[in-house]
């Protein structure tokens, strides 16, 4: 007999099977969405990375495509190396990629930048160029990664990812060829406070503005950031005023952006099922049953009127919404039950408002993914006193720990708003106007399907509530 694996995700993209990790190569070509993905297809843990491929034409619904890049060239063959994170173009319709190669010599990190195209989209050749930039300049050092293509006024530019001692950098190139490469310069870097090494750089432009985002190591619990400024095409000088965290979970990293045809900037990044301690050992729960790591839901970017981004799911995922259960009005006291039994579900989205004007409640919150015992479970609540948004994992399945807080800012709102898309191992939560975004995995029994909202101290009114049963989207 064949076990049906209950934790597979039902419309967050994973591999076939294996270990995933950062999306690469995001774009919207001849009409069809691209996702290349760092891949290792021999086994559920982290190894020499390949290029996994697939496409959608909504961003909701994917078909997998075979292996675009594999480790093969003395530039990117190496058992602790392979096709390192990168991105694609479009030039003059080939399809081409630009990605890492990393190679490990006598003990030492080389990382050089390469190119590959494809006429059809689905076969890829590598350059016999490569590699197309053959290391660091002076201001970057060994660690010189994820370049980031995009074309403006007619020429080709390329951030990438890198350090000097222990400040973390993006260092812009330009090209005519995306061949030929020459040196810009630093287009922005740490201010001492913002990370050791800056992976997976993204650079792009934002109404009247310029948008960077990065994942920095070494910045504590911020592990993806964004800053919005200007950029100066003449010096290559990016300057920037805002900063802010893209995901406030501890499992959203390295995300990437695109633009589609319908001019939407959209990012998707990478969920991961990792422990860090101790280093590459414990690969998460699902490790067992072959997969681990998936892209999180796409979403799109947008510049709010005073400077911050703004997060949203994109509208496309409304089309797996299934059963719908709505209440409106309704008073949430301390201890009572609000919700019927079978409004809970492993597959789900929710929409939910409280009036906080007068709101005497300590606390308003969600149980999820409860078991029927209530001993397993997630609580995701809201301070009323501190503003802070709380995702409580400790007893969400014995694996994960910790709870991650933030403080929101709900800018002269007088309702707490919360859209949740639960998908069985991902939570991912929207809330200040899409501007605080909270990602987590959880790796609940699949029948703790549970949930609950709940106050405490003093009763809340909940102005509405919408619940969604999710389909599944393979
Ligand atoms: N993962 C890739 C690198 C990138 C890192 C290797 C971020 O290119 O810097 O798989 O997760």
Avoid at 28 to 35: M, R, T
Avoid at 37 to 56: D, V
Avoid at 227 to 234: A, K, S
Avoid at 333 to 352: F, N, R
């Amino acid at each position: 007999t064949v076990s049906k694996d209950l934790s597979r995700l039902k419309y967050h993209f994973m591999a076939p099977a294996y270990w995933i990790n950062d999306p690469n190569g995001l774009i919207f070509y001849k009409g069809e969405y691209h996702l290349f993905y760092q891949h290792y297809p021999y086994g559920s843990k982290w190894g020499p990375m390949h290029w996994g491929h697939a496409k959608s034409k909504d961003l909701v619904h994917w078909e997998h495509l075979p292996i675009a890049l594999a480790p093969s060239e003395p530039y990117d063959l190496d058992d602790r190396g392979g096709c390192f994170s990168g991105s694609a173009v479009d030039d003059n319709g080939v399809l081409t990629l630009l990605y890492t190669g990393t190679v490990i010599k006598d003990g030492k990190l080389i990382q050089t930048q390469c190119l590959a195209t494809s006429e059809d989209g689905i076969t890829f050749e590598k350059y016999e160029g490569n590699p197309v930039i053959p290391g660091p300049s002076e201001d970057g050092s060994a660690d010189f990664r994820d370049p980031k293509v995009w074309k403006h006024d007619q020429f080709w530019y390329m951030v990438v990812g890198s350090r000097k001692y222990d400040t973390g950098k993006a260092l812009l190139y330009k090209s005519s060829d995306l061949r030929a490469w020459e040196y810009v310069g630093v287009l922005a870097e740490s201010d001492g406070t913002m990370g050791y090494m800056w992976e997976c750089p993204d650079f792009f432009a934002l109404g009247d503005r310029h948008v960077l985002l990065f994942s920095p190591m070494g910045m504590g619990n911020r592990k993806t950031v964004y800053l919005v400024g200007d950029m100066d095409y003449e010096t290559g000088k990016f300057t920037w005023d805002t900063m802010g965290d893209i995901d406030h979970g501890y499992e959203y990293y390295a995300p990437q952006s695109f633009l589609d045809g319908k001019g939407r900037r959209v990012i998707i990044a990478w969920l991961n099922a990792w422990d860090w301690m101790p280093w590459f050992k414990n690969f998460g729960p699902t490790e067992k049953n072959h997969w681990s790591g998936a892209m999180s839901a796409p979403r799109t970017v947008e510049l709010d009127t005073d400077g911050r981004l703004r997060f949203a799911p994109v509208e496309e995922l409304q089309v797996l919404r299934r059963e719908h259960y709505r209440l409106v009005n309704t008073i949430v006291s301390p201890g009572a039950e609000v919700l019927p039994k079978y409004a809970g579900s492993d597959c789900m989205e929710i929409m939910a408002e409280f009036q906080l004007t007068g709101c005497k409640a300590e606390e308003i919150g969600f149980v999820l993914r409860a078991s029927s015992d209530g001993t397993q479970r997630t609580l995701l609540v809201y301070n009323v006193r501190t503003n802070e948004l709380r995702f409580d994992r400790n007893q969400s399945d014995g694996w994960s720990e910790g709870v991650q807080s933030v403080t929101l800012e709900r800018s002269g709102e007088e309702a707490l708003k919360l859209h949740i898309f639960i998908d069985t191992c991902v939570i991912e939560v929207y809330t200040d106007n899409d501007r605080t975004v909270m990602t987590n995995n959880i790796y609940p029994d699949p029948s703790s399907i549970n949930m609950e909202v709940f106050s405490i101290g003093d009763q809340v009114r909940m102005s509405s509530i919408d619940i969604w049963k999710l389909r599944s989207a393979w």
